[in-house]
């Protein structure tokens, strides 16, 4: 059964710095597609906003509310995802769920999330 695990959230003051850490097991890492999405606060309705992926050759892709702030990457091995943040905003702050990707032909499908990881960012 496949498991996604976040880690690493917590509270940081506006400029600050946090690192998340999605441990998983369950399926074959290195062949899906992973991701890092945000829902912010106040917004149950509102569909998860798409942060940053990260394919199964290393080719990455970012909002662009994030770009050259956040990093993604992986380690294959350990069969781990993380979401290195810099420079945070108080706009950053949200519930992080990290997910594992199938890709299709013109799509990503994303059948399996973690529980999330909640990170506050304060003025």
């Known amino acids: 059964q496949e498991q996604l695990v976040e880690s690493g959230g917590g509270s940081v003051q506006a400029g600050g710095s946090l690192k998340l850490s999605c441990a998983t097991s369950?399926?074959?890492?290195?062949?899906?597609?992973m991701g890092w999405f945000r829902q912010a606060p106040g917004n149950p309705g509102k569909a998860r906003e798409r942060?940053?992926?990260?394919?199964?050759?290393?080719?990455?892709d970012y909002t662009d509310s994030v770009t050259g702030r956040f990093t993604i990457s992986k380690d294959n091995a350990k069969n781990i995802l993380y979401l290195q943040m810099n420079d945070l905003r108080p706009e950053d702050t949200a519930t992080y769920y990290c997910?594992?990707?199938?890709?299709?032909?013109?799509?990503?499908?994303?059948?399996?999330w973690g529980q999330g990881a909640q990170v506050t960012v304060t003025a």
């Open positions: 997910a594992a990707g199938i890709q299709k032909i013109n799509r990503v499908d994303w059948p399996d």
């Open positions: 942060v940053a992926i990260i394919e199964r050759d290393d080719t990455t």
């Open positions: 369950g399926f074959t890492f290195s062949m899906y597609c």
